[in-house]
């Protein structure tokens, strides 16, 4: 369990995701926030390795400010459909453009993360495919409205009230809500059995 895994250490979690913040929770996992604000630049690099990269450099970033006895945590998650990568939307309009795009179609979630301490790192990816329900335009506006859209990669939350139009998951629930955590189990337990911790 990771809770019992990760008692020992002290862990800054590199994000300012609420989402982040519930799985931690929920995990019962004992940490700190400290954001990093680096540029997550898109590029043509494969989907993974660029969320990898970006998770990675957001915990270099924040580890160069700790006291080097830190556990640092960090992920990037990227909305892609059709190979457009779908960012956090910047308008109302652009918002809606997003969601009539996923409706009725499946796009890939990719969540890249990394685990740094003073003696090593580990990074990996998680790829899961979502299918969204057709949505009219009526259910897009409503949507929009309760403001959920505005601060999520997608233009979407999974776990609020954007569950209404998910019709199918394929792969890991919680990389679509930005963090992996299967793939962090078994980074921090490949990193402990290493020493790297």
Same mark, same amino acid.
């Given at each position: !369990? =990771?809770? @019992?895994?990760?008692? &020992?250490?002290?862990?800054?979690?590199?994000?300012?995701?609420?989402?982040? *913040?519930?799985?931690?929770?929920?995990?019962? =996992?004992?940490?700190?926030?400290?954001?990093?604000?680096?540029?997550?630049?898109?590029?043509?690099?494969?989907?993974?390795?660029?969320? !990898?990269?970006?998770? @990675?450099?957001?915990?270099?970033?924040?580890?160069?400010?700790?006291?080097?006895?830190?556990?640092?945590?960090?992920?990037?998650?990227?909305?892609?459909?059709?190979?457009?990568? =779908?960012?956090?939307?910047?308008?109302?309009?652009?918002?809606?453009?997003? =969601?009539?795009?996923?409706?009725?179609? $499946?796009?890939?979630?990719?969540?890249? #993360? +990394?685990? !740094?301490?003073?003696?090593?790192? *580990? +990074?990996?990816?998680?790829? $899961?495919?979502?299918?969204?329900?057709?949505?009219?335009? &009526?259910? #897009?506006?409503?949507?929009? *409205?309760?403001?959920?859209?505005?601060?999520?990669?997608?233009?979407?939350?999974?776990?609020?009230?954007?569950?209404?139009?998910?019709?199918?998951?394929?792969? +890991?629930?919680?990389?679509? !809500?930005?963090?992996? #955590?299967? *793939?962090?189990?078994? #980074?921090?337990?490949?990193?402990?059995?290493?020493?790297?911790?």
């Amino acid at each position: !369990m =990771l809770d @019992k895994m990760l008692n &020992d250490y002290q862990i800054i979690l590199a994000s300012q995701s609420p989402r982040r *913040r519930e799985i931690f929770d929920m995990l019962g =996992l004992r940490y700190e926030i400290q954001s990093s604000d680096i540029a997550e630049p898109v590029n043509g690099e494969d989907h993974g390795l660029q969320a !990898m990269r970006n998770a @990675k450099n957001k915990a270099e970033s924040v580890f160069a400010k700790s006291d080097g006895h830190s556990v640092i945590v960090s992920a990037d998650t990227i909305v892609v459909l059709e190979s457009r990568i =779908l960012g956090k939307p910047e308008s109302v309009e652009q918002a809606h453009s997003y =969601l009539a795009a996923l409706s009725a179609n $499946t796009h890939t979630v990719v969540s890249g #993360i +990394c685990v !740094m301490s003073g003696k090593g790192q *580990r +990074c990996g990816y998680e790829k $899961t495919e979502v299918s969204f329900a057709p949505l009219t335009d &009526d259910e #897009i506006r409503d949507y929009i *409205r309760t403001n959920e859209p505005m601060d999520k990669a997608g233009a979407y939350g999974i776990q609020g009230f954007g569950s209404q139009f998910i019709a199918r998951v394929e792969g +890991c629930y919680f990389n679509v !809500m930005g963090f992996p #955590i299967r *793939r962090f189990y078994e #980074i921090a337990r490949d990193m402990i059995s290493k020493g790297m911790l």
